[in-house]
T-cell receptor, first 113, second 118 residues
């Protein structure tokens, strides 16, 4: 079971780029890396998923180095509405079951004016 | 689509009472998940279903917890008897598929049920 380690919290200001790094030293060959976002009083929401190198969508970018032991979620020009908890998840590999997919405690991002 | 629907949104009960949480997944989704979230433990997967069949309930904390999915559009999570340590936010989520070539299909979460057991 690949365990993830993220900072507990981060602070930023509007308009800045925010990079949240997640460590997953025991990632398995077939594991994917997925990030979710959770606003207060809401359920988590999918942001981005990747396997290696770089993935970009309309919301964020995900950078994954060659050894895949870490990943970085990049949020360009954050706004106050990006204040949320961000979860890094690793796995599960095919046919292993969702029980290996754990959310952990995430990173609380606070964006200030 | 209205998204995943959960009821009630808030539940306050006394220790020893039975609690039933309800979930309606997104139509057409084959997977349904029940999670519990607390400050201490974060978001934990309790159980998940595929095509109404429970696949993995290893996250269910103890026998007081049970979950059912009688049809594709409805699931319940029951706690009997409830205890104060069960106080948490319970989320239901659904996804269209499980794994797509290794990728985990996007899970869509409901708004959650905030349970308080006094």
């Amino acid at each position: 079971l690949a365990k993830t380690t993220q900072p507990i919290s981060m602070d930023s200001y509007e308009g800045q780029e925010v990079n949240i790094t997640c460590s997953h030293n025991n990632i398995a060959t077939n594991d994917y890396i997925t990030w979710y976002q959770q606003f207060p009083s809401q359920g988590p929401r999918f942001i981005i998923q990747g396997y290696k190198t770089k993935v970009t969508n309309e919301v964020a970018s995900l950078f994954i180095p060659a050894d895949r032991k870490s990943s970085t979620l990049s949020l360009p020009r954050v706004s106050l509405s990006d204040t949320a908890v961000y979860y890094c998840l690793v796995g599960p590999p095919p046919n292993s079951g969702y029980s290996t997919l754990t959310f952990g405690k995430g990173t609380m991002l606070l964006v200030s004016p | 689509d209205a998204g995943v629907i959960q009821s009630p949104r808030h539940e306050v009960t006394e220790m020893g009472q039975e609690v039933t949480l309800r979930c309606k997944p997104i139509s057409g989704h084959d997977y349904l998940f029940w999670y519990r979230q607390t400050m201490m433990r974060g978001l934990e997967l309790l159980i998940y279903f595929n095509n109404n069949v429970p696949i993995d309930d290893s996250g269910m904390p103890e026998d007081r917890f049970s979950a059912k999915m009688p049809n594709a559009s409805f699931s319940t999570l029951k706690i009997q008897p409830s205890e104060p340590r069960d106080s948490a936010v319970y989320f239901c989520a659904s996804s269209l598929e499980g794994f797509v070539g290794g990728e985990t299909d996007t899970q869509y979460f409901g708004p959650g049920t905030r349970l308080t057991v006094l």
